[in-house]
Nanobody, 124 residues
């Protein structure tokens, strides 16, 4: 069964930190790229970060230097450490998997499996 389950969202003040986690079922983890997307209120899904099976990473410009994506292959988990949070980071955050495996693809439509999302709210 394909499954991704996010956790770790919540309410935080601007400048604070949160760490999101996503546990991934085995059939969509090995050799897959894993990514975080977000959907702000009234907007489309936005790419945040991706980590390849090789460990290579890519970030959206507005989160570079503030967010870090990582993966623990033994736990089949991908993380998003978010520091120096801003009100504009407020969104529902989703993890997703891509069988391509690399960091070249950052469009939401290219990712075949998605979690249910976790809300992140940053107050000013």
């Amino acid at each position: 069964q394909v499954q991704l389950v996010e956790s770790g969202g919540g309410l935080v003040q601007a400048g604070g930190s949160l760490r999101l986690s996503c546990v991934v079922s085995a059939n969509i983890f090995t050799n897959y790229a894993l990514a975080w997307f977000r959907q702000p209120p009234g907007k489309e899904h936005e790419f945040v970060a991706v980590i390849a099976w090789s460990g290579d990473t890519k970030y959206e410009d507005s989160v570079k230097g503030r967010f870090t994506i990582s993966r623990d292959n033994a736990k089949r988990t991908v993380y998003l450490q978010m520091n120096s949070l801003k009100p504009e980071d407020t969104a529902v955050y989703y993890c997703a998997s891509d069988r391509w495996g690399g960091t070249e693809r950052t469009s939401a439509g290219q990712f075949g499996s998605w979690g249910q999302g976790t809300q992140v709210t940053v107050s000013s």
